[in-house]
């Protein structure tokens, strides 16, 4: 991937845009979302995306060439190839990278307006299923968050919006503190205290930005939930899940999740 452009702090004026859950590069996904977004919210230029994202870049600016979408903003998640992206955010510190013509690397951590609203995103999250990976390969210890992201993130002070990939600790998801609690998969006790670790500094940096609404991925379970004081989360699902699509109103911070259902029919014409 190449360097097109880089900047510190994104400035867009979209008042409405799109919220997407893990890619997985999966190419079919993608092309569904791009003709549904056409019919849902032809007004809609940018989207958020949260991480495990997985597309070639030119190829997914052909998905959504004949859309309105032209711009794609990602939150890194873990399963990304580190070995080519550490690199080029390397050597623009503190920078997003643009590296197609659509699509954007958002900096760890990254600063955003959006609509007027400010924008944190901070990428990253633990594989548990590092054991399965191969280092260098199909894994990067980079996907890690660092004390350094995380005290980057809280000197640059409060927040509307909060973009990760990873889950704080503490949510009030509900479908995701059971998929925690029950640990369907059998993930190892090791890489799941490196999840919990994970999901600790990302609270520690949401309970100091204070963001009305954070948005995440990585679980693949879709839902929503507020805490005492009233910061809401919401989880995305993935690739051809339900709730893997958000339509989000930069105004209000408002969202409306299209069913599957109604994101095939759009797609379908």
Request: some cysteine.
């Amino acid at each position: 991937m190449d360097v097109l452009q880089h900047s510190t702090h994104l400035i867009l004026p979209d008042q409405r845009v799109a919220v997407s859950g893990d890619w997985h590069g999966n190419v079919t996904w993608v092309r569904m979302l791009a003709r549904a977004l056409t019919v849902l919210a032809p007004e809609v230029k940018t989207i958020l995306q949260l991480g495990d994202w997985g597309m070639n870049p030119s190829a997914m600016d052909a998905e959504f060439a004949h859309t309105n979408i032209n711009t794609v903003l990602v939150c890194l998640g873990n399963h990304e190839y580190y070995g080519q992206i550490t690199p080029l955010l390397d050597a623009h510190p503190g920078s997003s990278v643009r590296v197609s013509g659509m699509r954007w690397l958002l900096s760890r951590p990254a600063r955003l307006t959006i609509g007027g609203r400010a924008v944190l995103s901070l990428g990253g999250a633990a594989s548990v299923d590092r054991h399965s990976q191969i280092e260098g390969v199909s894994w990067w210890p980079d996907e890690a968050i660092n004390d350094r992201q995380v005290a980057e993130a809280i000197a640059g002070g409060a927040a509307d919006v909060m973009l990760s990939h990873e889950s704080p600790a503490g949510t009030p998801v509900r479908g995701v503190r059971e998929v925690l609690r029950t640990n369907p998969w059998g993930f190892p006790k090791d890489t799941l205290a490196e999840s919990a670790e994970s999901r600790a500094r990302v609270a520690k940096v949401w309970d100091a930005v204070r963001p009305e609404l954070l948005l995440h991925g990585h679980i693949h379970v879709a839902g929503g939930g507020a805490t005492g004081d009233g910061r809401r989360v919401a989880s995305l699902g993935s690739d051809g899940r339900e709730g893997s699509l958000g339509l989000l109103d930069m105004r209000t911070l408002r969202m409306k999740t299209p069913s599957l259902r109604e994101i095939r029919d759009a797609a379908a014409g």
